[in-house]
């Protein structure tokens, strides 16, 4: 995945709202959230591929970071990840760099409006924007009033 300018100015908005912890700042990100949404903006979210698409992959033939397509429709699963107070939260990395920070894992890349209207449904709290990183936690009441401006 590239990263878009919808991206940079998120993580510019997150980097901004831990250096001055305050409203403006706060909202500044929420924004930056809203503007990637209307501008096409992508994350990566961590899934856990379906055992058919092992069976798929030729791993003489394929290396990390190549991108693959296949035929069939596919089923993915989320992966979620459970915080120090055991709360779980869906991750979202906005770069390959953030991505990295963690442990190696499958991503998929969607729309930044598709993962915040999904994880309404899902049984976490919220998504962690960039855990590895300068994170930011954006509860399901933000991402409802992010959805609704």
């Known amino acids: ?11 510019e908005a997150i980097h901004r709202f831990y250096e001055k912890r305050e409203k403006k700042t706060f909202i500044g990100v929420l924004e930056a959230i809203r503007m990637g949404m209307h501008e096409d903006g992508e994350w990566m979210i961590p899934v856990i591929p379906p055992l058919q698409a092992f069976d798929m992959l030729d791993p003489e033939k394929i290396k990390v ?15 979620l990840y459970t915080t120090g107070d055991g709360k779980v939260w869906m991750a979202a990395f906005t770069s390959n760099e953030e ?10 890349c969607q729309p930044v409006e598709d993962i915040l209207k999904g994880n309404r449904d ?18 399901k009441e933000l991402i409802h009033a992010i959805l609704e401006a």
Do not use: C, R, Y
């Open 65 to 79: 970071g190549d991108i693959v397509t296949v035929e069939e429709e596919l089923h993915f699963k989320v992966n």
């Open 1 to 11: 995945m590239v990263e878009s300018a919808a991206n940079k100015k998120l993580v």
């Open 99 to 108: 991505l990295e920070k963690g442990e190696s894992t499958s991503t998929i």
């Open 122 to 139: 899902m049984q976490a709290e919220g998504i962690i924007i960039n855990p590895w990183g300068e994170s930011f936690l954006l509860t």
